[in-house]
T-cell receptor
Framework: SQQGEEDPQALSIQEGENATMNCSYKTSINNLQWYRQNSGRGLVHLILIRSNEREKHSGRLRVTLDTSKKSSSLLITASRAADTASYFCATDALLNAGGTSYGKLTFGQGTILTVHP | KAGVTQTPRYLIKTRGQQVTLSCSPISGHRSVSWYQQTPGQGLQFLFEYFSETQRNKGNFPGRFSGRQFSNSRSEMNVSTLELGDSALYLC????????????FGPGTRLTVT
């Protein structure tokens, strides 16, 4: 079963606009990662944010994490047609002993982003 | 550095047959995870291997199995294929040792008829 929900399920914007996607999860996490997938191909790692971080930037990407609300958001600024893809959040659950779940990522259902030229 | 490679890229099998998929991780990466992606269930974790040992397993029937070799290459096997096994099977590798980013291969598209 999926860890949580992503919102919206689909997002359609014009080039140059910003795109914001949200992700909610259910359990305590070690970290949260965002991935992009183009047309049913492999996933591309975008950014990782640890549970003790609140915000992280990478190029045009900005990720926030609110562990009290068990939610995260991904902001893509100045979007381009090439950003058209599905975006997934994935959580690495925190084990009781404080370790990681050994490579088990739990994915959301994803947001389909379409950027029109 | 070469990325994660998966073979074959596409596969068509009939119900009842078995299939073996292969994954070569990024050089230096010792952890390999497998995921199944379907339109209905999304991305689901199958299992993870590190140093030839399975460290974690998802909620899949015993028909799904895997292994890892001493060079970190991994294979997964599905026996007695069912129509519902049609999916994109993704392999991901990571360095481990405190690094959590996973790097995915292009996937193997399995169609069961």
């Amino acid at each position: 079963s999926q860890q949580g929900e992503e919102d919206p399920q689909a997002l359609s914007i014009q080039e140059g606009e910003n795109a914001t996607m949200n992700c909610s999860y259910k359990t305590s996490i070690n970290n949260l990662q965002w991935y992009r997938q183009n047309s049913g191909r492999g996933l591309v790692h975008l950014i990782l944010i640890r549970s003790n971080e609140r915000e992280k930037h990478s190029g045009r990407l900005r990720v926030t994490l609110d562990t009290s609300k068990k939610s995260s958001s991904l902001l893509i600024t100045a979007s381009r047609a090439a950003d058209t893809a599905s975006y997934f959040c994935a959580t690495d659950a925190l084990l009781n002993a404080g370790g990681t779940s050994y490579g088990k990522l739990t994915f959301g259902q994803g947001t389909i982003l379409t950027v029109h030229p | 550095k070469a990325g994660v490679t998966q073979t074959p890229r596409y596969l068509i099998k009939t119900r009842g047959q078995q299939v073996t998929l292969s994954c070569s991780p990024i050089s230096g990466h010792r952890s390999v995870s497998w995921y199944q992606q379907t339109p209905g269930q999304g991305l689901q974790f199958l299992f993870e291997y590190f140093s030839e040992t399975q460290r974690n397993k998802g909620n899949f029937p015993g028909r799904f199995s895997g292994r890892q070799f001493s060079n970190s290459r991994s294979e997964m096997n599905v026996s007695t294929l069912e129509l519902g096994d049609s999916a994109l099977y993704l392999c991901a590798s990571r360095r481990d040792q405190g690094r959590y980013e996973q790097y995915f291969g292009p996937g193997t598209r399995l169609t069961v008829t």
